[in-house]
């Protein structure tokens, strides 16, 4: 089935915090699928190793867009976007809430 909220993680040196984010990613409950698309930069830390490691375990929810050189933040920010199918953008990094998603979103029933 195809998602119909995509999220997105943009990340450049965010070792300490990126699984934290990607765990509260996952962690979300909904009645719609959704999808979760890392735009890692060529971060110089373990980021990189971190967020392909999620794609591996969760091939079907994560998908990890990456290049051979650093493209800066802002069209880091638009490739990802493209790449997406809907976007929800949230208002933290970090998210704790297992239902956020669901409380934000349009298709919530």
Do not use: W
Not at 12 to 30: D, K, P, S
Not at 71 to 76: E, F, M, P
Not at 80 to 93: E, G, R
Request: net charge neutral; glycine share 4%; with cysteine.
């Amino acid at each position: 089935m195809l998602p119909l909220v995509s999220v997105q993680v943009i990340t450049y040196n965010h070792e300490r915090f990126v699984a934290q984010c990607l765990e509260g990613i996952l962690m979300q409950r909904t009645n719609f699928p959704f999808e979760v698309i890392v735009g890692e930069d060529c971060s110089t830390d373990r980021t990189r190793e971190i967020v392909f490691d999620y794609g591996r375990r969760f091939p079907d929810l994560i998908r990890v867009i990456t290049s051979e050189s650093n493209v800066g933040g802002l069209q880091n920010i638009l490739r990802v976007q493209q790449a997406c199918f809907v976007t929800i953008i949230l208002p933290s990094l970090i998210i704790i809430v297992p239902r956020n998603f669901q409380a934000a979103s349009p298709l919530k029933t």
